[in-house]
T-cell receptor, first 108, second 113 residues
Framework: AQRVTQPEKLLSVFKGAPVELKCNYS??????LFWYVQYSRQRLQLLLR??SRESIKGFTADLNKGETSFHLKKPFAQEEDSAMYYC??????????FGTGTRLKVLA | EAQVTQNPRYLITVTGKKLTVTCSQN?????MSWYRQDPGLGLRQIYY???????DKGDVPEGYKVSRKEKRNFPLILESPSPNQTSLYFC????????????FGQGTRLTVV
């Protein structure tokens, strides 16, 4: 079955510390993977996608097919990074599967 | 401005009273979806539509209906709302194809008492 797992519901780090939000997926084909972010009281928006291999707001994510993971990383967390983060998988043309989300809290 | 618009943003209703949440997008996207967001459960897809007059069930379709008569609109209908449908609802749209970005509405917070 297709599945996206985000094992941490809440992750608290201090400002300036490194951040890693974990995402594992289960899919037999070649998935398209994304990270979406939801800041307080705002709509979800795309943060980055693996096919772009870009860095957005200092965040990067590398697809590891061997470990079926797509962890989100940032070397130095900032207070404005506090938000809800969702990992998502696009399998086939219409199916988008989201993980349960990780709330990141960056402490001053 | 490219966007997905949902209305209303907040709604409190009573059990059994039919309601409709509207969703409209101005990006000419083929795909549209409805999700509900619940604490600890993340986003779960209710229904999706691949184009006009083409809709299908997502993971949690019970108690919901949708229609897609026009490309830009994808209303969510609760014929007889129940308290377990109290949730935050999001509409999303994206263009056809694998790996396209989903654009989300602002959300509708529904409370059924």
């Amino acid at each position: 079955a297709q599945r996206v797992t985000q094992p941490e519901k809440l992750l608290s780090v201090f400002k300036g510390a490194p951040v890693e939000l974990k995402c594992n997926y289960s899919y037999s084909g070649s998935p398209e993977l994304f990270w979406y972010v939801q800041y307080s009281r705002q709509r979800l928006q795309l943060l980055l996608r693996h096919i772009s291999r870009e860095s957005i707001k200092g965040f990067t994510a590398d697809l590891n097919k061997g470990e079926t993971s797509f962890h989100l990383k940032k070397p130095f967390a900032q207070e404005e990074d506090s938000a809800m983060y969702y990992c998502a998988l696009n399998s086939g043309t219409y199916k988008y599967i989201f993980g349960t989300g990780t709330r990141l809290k960056v402490l001053a | 401005e490219a966007q997905v618009t949902q209305n209303p943003r907040y709604l409190i209703t009573v059990t059994g009273k039919k309601l409709t949440v509207t969703c409209s997008q101005n990006m000419n996207h083929e795909y549209m979806s409805w999700y509900r967001q619940d604490p600890g459960l993340g986003l779960r897809q209710i229904y999706y539509s691949m184009n006009v007059e083409v809709t299908d069930k997502g993971d949690v379709p019970e108690g919901y209906k949708v229609s897609r008569k026009e490309k830009r609109n994808f209303p969510l209908i609760l014929e007889s709302p129940s308290p377990n449908q109290t949730s935050l609802y999001f509409c999303a749209s994206r263009s056809r194809g694998l790996g396209t970005e989903a654009f989300f509405g602002q959300g509708t917070r529904l409370t059924v008492v």
